[in-house]
């Protein structure tokens, strides 16, 4: 069996290259390195112990994604190729719509017109905005996100259902909540590029001597400690829920399927709970100040993943403890890199 992976060269896809590979898939990169180094690549082969075959070149050409398919016999697709930083896409939506939204279109333009199904699609938390009530399962209304970034990722949701209905296909819907950590090797990880925006990787390169200070933002929020509150899931425990999801769509003999999982621990952290699970895994200190609420944040999300559970077999085990001495351990390899 042959998987497309789209952005595998990127943080969460070249964890789940790495568990692909591992249950005898073989599988097939596209990743134009926009946001990833050709170095993951090897890394790839040296943590699977095989290599991927892998094309350069950016989702949009759909005459070369024409060549790829056929030059290769496709049996299901994990489409992780996107732009993801939601501050950007403020400043950017019309690149973040076209980059989005045209690579997931030119696949599924292809793939109607070939014989293959199985399509995985990186959804996102975001699309429930601040969900009333906690914790989130599957059920739970979405609202429009604020971001383009989350409108890409809601529309990308929309086309996806329709095309199975229309084009009689199988998708799986994956809601991630808030991705962490670092290959257990330390020789994959999220690349971390100019000023990190998001938690973990600002955590991180604050205890590394890289930024002064963590800006925590805002502690008047209702939750115990004042600060807000989010679903942290561990890098691996997600990639192999790809790896379940995908099996799961394969094994159905009905030939139109539409399954949506939230991908979470289902236990929510505090953004002072992460500094200390990270001084504490760690052996560092992280110095923080608190300042005002970050425009846009909601207060609290964390996932009811029971659907997942019950369904793909899947549950993410990893302590957060674990996770964030995973990244440490993959900041450490990146400075000897250097
Ligand atoms: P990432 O940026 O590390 O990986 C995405 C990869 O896709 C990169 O390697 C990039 O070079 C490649 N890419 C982007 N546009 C492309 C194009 N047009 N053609 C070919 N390659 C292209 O991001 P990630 O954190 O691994 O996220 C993977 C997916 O999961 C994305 O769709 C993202 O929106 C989604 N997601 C991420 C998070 C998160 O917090 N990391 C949360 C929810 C959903
Ligand atoms: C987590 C918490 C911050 C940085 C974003 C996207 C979402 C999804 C995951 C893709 C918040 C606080 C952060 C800092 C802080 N991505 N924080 N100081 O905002 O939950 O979600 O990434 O789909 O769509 O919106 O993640 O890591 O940015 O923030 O205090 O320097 O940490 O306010 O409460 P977020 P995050």
Redesign the pocket.
């Known amino acids: 069996m042959t998987i497309l992976v789209?952005?595998?060269?990127?943080?969460?896809?070249?964890?789940t290259v790495v568990e692909l590979l591992n249950e005898g898939f073989d599988v097939v990169i596209?990743?134009?390195?926009?946001?990833?180094e050709k170095f993951?690549l090897n890394n790839i082969e040296e943590v699977a112990g095989r290599k991927p075959v892998f094309y350069p070149?950016?989702?949009?050409?759909r005459d070369l994604l024409k060549q790829l398919l056929d030059a290769h016999q496709i049996d299901g697709c994990i489409?992780?190729?996107?732009?993801?930083a939601v501050g950007e896409s403020q400043e950017k939506p019309v690149d973040y719509y076209e980059?989005?939204l045209?690579?997931l279109i030119n696949l599924l333009q292809e793939f109607k017109e070939r014989n293959i199904s199985n399509f995985i699609?990186?959804?996102?938390?975001?699309v429930y905005g601040q969900a009333d009530e906690m914790p989130i399962d599957e059920n739970t209304p979405l609202k429009t996100p604020e971001s383009s970034?989350g409108k890409?990722?809601q529309m990308g949701e929309e086309i996806l259902m329709d095309f199975a209905k229309a084009h009689h296909k199988k998708i799986s819907l994956?809601?991630?909540?808030?991705?962490i950590g670092a290959h257990p090797s330390a020789k994959l990880g999220?690349?971390p590029i100019g000023i990190p925006n998001?938690l973990i990787p600002y955590v991180t390169q604050t205890a590394a001597g890289i930024r002064e200070k963590l800006s925590v933002w805002g502690d008047d929020y209702p939750t115990p400690d004042g600060t807000a509150i989010r679903d942290y899931i561990y890098v691996v425990d997600l990639a192999k829920a790809h790896v379940a999801a995908l099996k799961k769509l394969m094994s159905e003999t009905s030939d139109t399927v539409i399954d949506i999982y939230n991908l979470g621990t289902g236990k929510g952290s505090s953004v002072l709970e992460v500094v200390n699970a990270f001084e504490a895994a760690n052996n560092v200190k992280v110095p923080y100040q608190i300042c005002d609420r970050r425009a846009g944040d909601i207060t609290v999300a964390y996932a009811n993943a029971d659907k997942a559970e019950r369904e793909l077999g899947w549950k993410a085990d990893t302590s957060l403890e674990e996770a964030l001495r995973t990244t440490w351990n993959w900041q450490k390899y990146l400075e000897s890199r250097n």
């Open positions: 789209t952005g595998g060269l990127g943080y969460i896809g070249s964890h596209v990743d134009d390195l926009s946001n990833s993951i070149f950016d989702l949009k050409r489409n992780f190729a996107a732009f993801k980059n989005n045209f690579s699609f990186s959804s996102s938390c975001t970034y890409t990722k994956l809601r991630y909540f808030n991705p999220e690349l998001n």
